[in-house]
T-cell receptor, first 113, second 113 residues
Framework: TQTVSQSDAHVTVFEGDSVELRCNYS??????LSWYIQHHGRGLQFLLK??????VVQGVNGFKAEFSKSDSSFHLRKASVHWSDSAVYFCAVRMYNNNAPRFGAGTKLSVKP | GPKVLQIPSHQIIDMGQMVTLNCDPVSNHLYFYWYKQILGQQMEFLVNFYNGKVMEKSKLFKDQFSVERPDGSYFTLKIQPTALEDSAVYFC???????????FGEGTRLSVL
């Protein structure tokens, strides 16, 4: 069974700051990793995903994530956040050619002006 | 772009009654999912569905739950009978391919009184 862990429940930064949202997974096989964003009261919006190849994947709105097999991580980063980036961010893992994505507990990002 | 539609956005029912949550997935998608989220917290996997069959279900998918998509129409989640702990926001998602990141709807808030 794969698991995904988001160690930070809440991250607060100022507009223009860089941010890193952490995601660690535990699974030994081939997996898909993805990040979603959920604004308050809305559904999940897909940001980016990784399966193979370049470990750094670019997403929408300046987000990128880096896969590290040695650290079992897939952290999300943005160089300069905007107040509209305030939302809950979910990391998800899915086994290759099998079941549905499983989500972490989410990290609430608050961007102060 | 393509959207997954969930109507209505909020349903209120009395405990013990039956409820059907409707999802209108993207028209050419083949894989369908239901997730449950309580109080904006973790997105919990319930079930995924393909080719008229349940592919996988979690422990949260109780015997009182069922899913179907008759003749390519709505993908539905039925709960019969409902319990107080079924109160949550239910998200539907769909994808064309199994390894594709699902596209999520805006959710239906179910309030069981």
């Amino acid at each position: 069974t794969q698991t995904v862990s988001q160690s930070d429940a809440h991250v607060t930064v100022f507009e223009g700051d860089s941010v890193e949202l952490r995601c660690n997974y535990s699974y030994g096989g081939s997996i898909y990793l993805s990040w979603y964003i959920q604004h308050h009261g809305r559904g999940l919006q897909f940001l980016l995903k990784y399966y193979s190849g370049n470990p750094v994947v670019q997403g929408v709105n300046g987000f990128k994530a880096e896969f590290s097999k040695s650290d079992s991580s897939f952290h999300l980063r943005k160089a300069s956040v905007h107040w509209s980036d305030s939302a809950v961010y979910f990391c998800a893992v899915r086994m290759y050619n099998n079941n549905a994505p499983r989500f972490g507990a989410g990290t609430k990002l608050s961007v102060k002006p | 772009g393509p959207k997954v539609l969930q109507i209505p956005s909020h349903q209120i029912i009395d405990m013990g009654q039956m409820v059907t949550l409707n999802c209108d997935p993207v028209s050419n998608h083949l894989y369908f999912y239901w997730y449950k989220q309580i109080l904006g917290q973790q997105m919990e996997f319930l079930v995924n569905f393909y080719n008229g069959k349940v592919m996988e279900k979690s422990k949260l998918f109780k015997d009182q739950f069922s899913v179907e998509r008759p003749d390519g129409s709505y993908f539905t989640l039925k709960i019969q009978p409902t319990a107080l702990e079924d109160s949550a926001v239910y998200f539907c998602a769909s994808s064309l391919l199994q390894n594709q990141a699902p596209l999520f709807g805006e959710g239906t808030r179910l309030s069981v009184l």
